[in-house]
Nanobody, 122 residues
Framework: QVQLVESGGGLVQPGGSLRLSCATS????????MGWYRQAPGKERELVAT???????NYGNSVKGRFTISKDNAKNTVFLQMNSLNPEDTGIYYC????????????????WGQGARVTASA
């Protein structure tokens, strides 16, 4: 089983920055892909950014040029640096991991963190 623990959410004024962290309970090399998704009130969960074991990166269109995903393999941790935040970025940010090694019938190889609240408001 893969456990994900997020930290770093909070309240920020529009134009400000925040950095989210997601620590895994297993060796990050045993995870095929990690990423961040978010869910705004009344909306569906959407892609923010993903990074593969080989460091291939993908961003959602709404965050390109403002957010940066990275990872520290030695700390088994993935980060999301969020700059130029605006009210439309407000929501719950969920860390996600996909691992073939830890896949089972019950989890389908997909794991989620508990979520970190991000609010961009004046």
């Amino acid at each position: 089983q893969v456990q994900l623990v997020e930290s770093g959410g909070g309240l920020v004024q529009p134009g400000g920055s925040l950095r989210l962290s997601c620590a895994t309970s297993v060796n990050i090399f045993d995870i095929n892909q990690m990423g961040w998704y978010r869910q705004a009130p009344g909306k569906e969960r959407e892609l923010v950014a993903t990074i593969t074991r080989a460091n291939n990166i993908n961003y959602g269109n709404s965050v390109k040029g403002r957010f940066t995903i990275s990872k520290d393999n030695a700390k088994n941790t993935v980060f999301l640096q969020m700059n130029s935040l605006n009210p439309e970025d407000t929501g719950i940010y969920y860390c996600n991991a996909r691992s073939a090694l830890y896949e089972s019938a019950s989890n389908g190889g997909t794991f989620w963190g508990q979520g970190a609240r991000v609010t961009a408001s004046a």
